[in-house]
């Protein structure tokens, strides 16, 4: 089957599917997959098959079209169709409550170098990715996905993927609210402090900061009780992008500048970060190039004080694919450093290193 007779087929496959003849298409798309030697075309009718078996609830089949879909995606070489690949398997694994491998997958579609696809499909990727954190509980993290799917969705007038993000945010405040009641029945503090944040950050990303800033002040007000340093930096946190919604850039900065104390005596790297990029946009857009100059600095500091370095090599661990092993002492190397090394103790401490450990 050629080029112009498979893509004459998927058409032909698209019209009964949307006319609701759904097991005809699917027998139309088989045949494609079958007898087509076009390998753009049989990525398409895959993709075409992922989706129908998706609305139709066949999750271990469109898993085993999103596999296939990938080998072909590597067969033709090209980025677009790998990020299209990655994301429905990613869908695929969330769909069976493979939570880590879609989160997995997700970071795979992320870390893809930039594509023409990406514009339209990251929006779909921090969505899943907010899902299969969701499946998890992790509510902080399954949030932050969330605004970055509705920040795409906005940026590309995608009202298909925002209504998507909304039934999540749904969801996600269903889950919050039964964590909220588990918490007051057993007068769980921690948990009631950590819902609480959570249903102010809900509230702020639908733009109701009205009933966000209560909700942050009663978060705020038992993380202080509690002794819970890192929640009152995540609380200020939500209280500076709010003011920064609101266009009150002042009020933000003094947030920061209690989050950043804080960060800093409990030693909260990735905190820091978040507070140093927040505070480089207020000073940007406030036309302070000293001020903004001084935290680019710091961010980039704080960005070399988190990477990975190999102790052998002196390269940036996870820029590359490459195999690492750790050794019984906990210091980590590139595989291919150790291996050209020799000798059988640790480079940096030592120690012997009889028994290492891949990662």
């Known amino acids: 089957m050629g080029q112009d007779q498979t893509k004459q ?13 759904t097991e005809k298409a699917l027998q139309v798309w088989m045949k494609v997959l079958e007898k087509g030697s076009d390998l753009v075309g049989r990525f398409r009718v895959l993709g075409c098959l992922v989706t129908a078996h998706s609305e139709m609830g066949r999750y271990k089949e469109m898993l085993k079209f999103a596999v296939v879909q990938i080998d072909t995606a590597r067969e033709l070489e090209d980025a ?122 809900i509230h702020r990303s639908r733009g109701d900061l009205e009933t966000a800033f209560p909700r942050y002040d009663s978060a705020m007000s038992i993380m202080t009780e509690i002794g819970n340093r890192l929640g009152q930096v995540h609380v200020l946190l939500g209280v500076a992008k709010c003011w920064m919604a609101r266009k009150v850039l002042d009020k933000a900065l003094d947030a920061i500048e209690k989050a950043q104390d804080l960060a800093e005596e409990v030693g909260n790297k990735l905190s820091q970060l978040k507070l140093h ?11 302070l190039q000293r001020e ?14 988190t990477e990975l370095y190999c102790g052998l090599c002196g390269e940036s661990i996870g820029e590359k694919n490459s195999r690492l092993q750790a050794l019984p002492c906990s210091h980590i190397f590139h595989l291919r450093c150790l291996q050209n090394n020799g000798p059988r103790s640790c480079p940096n401490c030592r120690r012997s290193s009889m028994k290492p450990g891949f990662v």
Do not use: W
């Open 80 to 201: 677009d169709f790998l990020l299209e690949s990655y994301l429905n398997l990613a869908r695929s694994n969330e769909k069976l409550c493979e939570f880590h491998k879609t989160i997995s997958y997700c970071k795979t579609c992320l870390g893809l170098p930039g594509t023409r696809a990406g514009a339209q499909l990251g929006g779909q990727v921090s969505l899943s990715m907010g899902n299969a954190f969701l499946g998890l509980s992790l509510f902080q993290k399954a949030l932050e996905s969330f605004e970055k799917a509705l920040r795409y969705a906005h940026n590309n007038d995608d009202t298909m993927l925002e209504c998507r993000v909304c039934c999540s945010l749904g969801s996600f405040y269903a889950q919050v609210k039964e964590s909220m009641k588990i918490a007051l029945q057993h007068g769980d503090r921690p948990l009631q402090a950590l819902c609480l944040l959570c249903f102010a950050d």
């Open 9 to 21: 087929q998927i058409e032909k496959g698209l019209q009964l599917y949307q006319s609701n003849q």
């Open 277 to 287: 990029c927040l505070s480089e946009s207020i000073y940007r857009s406030k036309g």
């Open 292 to 305: 903004l100059r001084a935290h680019v600095v710091r961010f980039h500091e704080c960005v070399e004080e």
